[in-house]
């Protein structure tokens, strides 16, 4: 047979094996991120997401815009899950889903740009990435946003090869629909401006086309400006964001190899900086397209850059926002590994991504991070005595309190919109009082913060006389993570 005809039936041959592996890690990828999906209850956030698809669509919209944090397409995911059932495993499946797929997508980027086995390793490495198998575990918009965005990359990547109608109506469509989904998204059409920019002589008429293709995307999304600019209040909930320092890209860094769980250990560190000196090796040498390593460097360290001097005026650099920088950073890592030498490649690549899985394994399963409990503190609120009343201290906490409380006395809020009423009258008329403390805490890092309750940070001076034993007898205290719980007894 001739030796062609050989090489073009073995390749063919080999094709659907390369698929099967593919679809293997990504397989694994999924089973990652299913595995524990209802073992912990809801946090905050989570709930809050629960709570807005529950409403009927209309209402669910005013009270998106009124927030108007996030854009609203993760919400109709969301009411899309409710489908599924109303327990924590339907409302986070979808997130796994998106995370699984990213992995598919990052293979498809790292054999386009860098070659066959940057792609495998890059792939293999998000796969077990402890910081995306946790937020892929997460009823929230964070994995969804980072499949988008590497989406949008292997849609430009695309059309810069072939602008033709199917490329460009990917460029726009899923530009589009990451610009519904988190307003970080937007550093993707700057980065592919950078990108267009440095390399405006190799094609002078792309910024043209892509600019028509950015406005088309961008339509979407403002008419969800418009809609927020008919609102009340011009105002955005994200004055719980603390001022970040030049330190914390050192912790994003951590946080992207092995997950952050407080001040850094040795071997984190040393992981840290193993990544970014692989990254290093990867922008020097060749790549299969080698504009796509101006490209990757730029995914990689505009968004946290910029957020990072954003926030000298108004603090939003939160590690999970910037998940979508995070294909960009392995992407580079992988193609680092495949530059070494020859036979240090398979051990580099395995040593990296068996450290990666064992970080992972700490870090969300074994013994794995906590969210709040809100579930456990409504079990043990379900077996208070029935003359006695479940007061809030905030009426936020009601919204995932409520999710799993199922008891017969009401839950009364003691602060409502800033405006604090009387305790003692809350608790008039009852055989003792449930006081419902949320320790919320904002941390740059960790995914999931346990503050102690302060007493002393209490403001309302009625309430901070009840914690300092001038008040009703303190009969019991449970503190479970994120959420204090206090039982007092009948007025003296």
Not at 6 to 32: C, H
Request: one cysteine or more; aromatic letters at 10%; charged letters at 15%.
């Amino acid at each position: 047979m001739d030796a062609g005809v050989k090489g073009a039936l073995s390749e063919r041959r080999g094709i659907p094996w390369r698929s099967v592996a593919l679809m293997a890690v990504v397989g694994i990828a999924f089973g990652l991120r299913a595995v524990r999906l209802g073992a912990q209850g809801f946090w905050f956030d989570e709930a809050y997401t629960h709570w807005i698809a529950r409403l009927p669509l209309s209402e669910s919209w005013r009270a998106i815009v009124v927030d108007g944090v996030h854009p609203p397409l993760y919400y109709a995911v969301a009411k899309v899950a409710l489908l599924l059932g109303q327990g924590e495993a339907a409302m986070r499946l979808p997130s796994a889903i998106f995370g699984a797929l990213t992995v598919w997508v990052v293979f498809r980027l790292g054999a386009r740009w860098a070659g066959s086995s940057a792609a495998w390793i890059s792939a293999l490495l998000l796969a077990v990435s402890p910081i995306h198998v946790w937020h892929s575990g997460d009823a929230r918009m964070y994995s969804l946003l980072v499949l988008l965005g590497s989406g949008c990359m292997l849609a430009f990547t695309s059309w810069l090869t072939r602008p033709r109608f199917r490329s460009a109506a990917a460029l726009a469509g899923v530009s589009a629909l990451a610009y519904l989904t988190h307003y970080f998204a937007l550093f993707v059409p700057l980065v592919q401006f950078v990108h267009l920019t440095l390399h405006i002589r190799d094609n002078p008429r792309a910024i043209r086309g892509w600019v028509g293709l950015q406005a088309l995307a961008a339509v979407p999304l403002a008419g969800w400006i418009y809609a927020l600019s008919q609102r009340e209040a011009q105002t955005f909930g994200i004055g719980w964001i603390p001022a970040p320092h030049l330190s914390d890209l050192l912790g994003t860094l951590v946080n992207f190899t092995s997950g952050y769980l407080g001040p850094p250990e040795w071997w984190q560190t040393a992981l840290a900086i193993a990544a970014l000196l692989l990254a290093g090796l990867g922008l020097k040498g060749a790549w299969r397209e080698p504009r796509s390593r101006s490209l990757a460097l730029l995914w990689a360290a505009v968004p946290p850059l910029l957020a990072l001097g954003m926030s000298v005026k108004r603090p939003l650099y939160m590690d999970r926002f910037l998940l979508l920088s995070l294909p960009a950073l392995l992407l580079l890592v992988g193609r680092g590994v495949s530059l070494l030498p020859r036979r240090a490649i398979m051990p580099g690549a395995a040593a990296l991504v068996v450290l990666t899985g064992l970080a992972m394994i700490r870090f969300c399963l074994w013994p794995g991070q906590v969210r709040e409990q809100w579930r456990e503190a409504a079990e043990r609120l379900e077996r208070a005595d029935p003359g006695e009343a479940i007061v809030v201290r905030v009426l936020q906490i009601v919204v995932p309190l409520s999710y799993y409380y199922h008891g017969s006395m009401p839950l009364e809020a003691m602060e409502v919109n800033r405006q604090v009423g009387s305790l003692s009258e809350l608790a008039s008329g009852h055989e003792g009082v449930w006081l419902v403390y949320w320790n919320a805490a904002a941390d740059i890092h960790r995914v999931a913060s346990d503050p102690p309750f302060r007493p002393e940070e209490e403001s309302d001076a009625e309430a901070a006389s009840w914690l300092a034993g001038q008040g009703p007898p303190l009969l019991e205290r449970v503190d479970y993570v994120g959420v204090t719980l206090l039982h007092f007894g009948a007025s003296r």
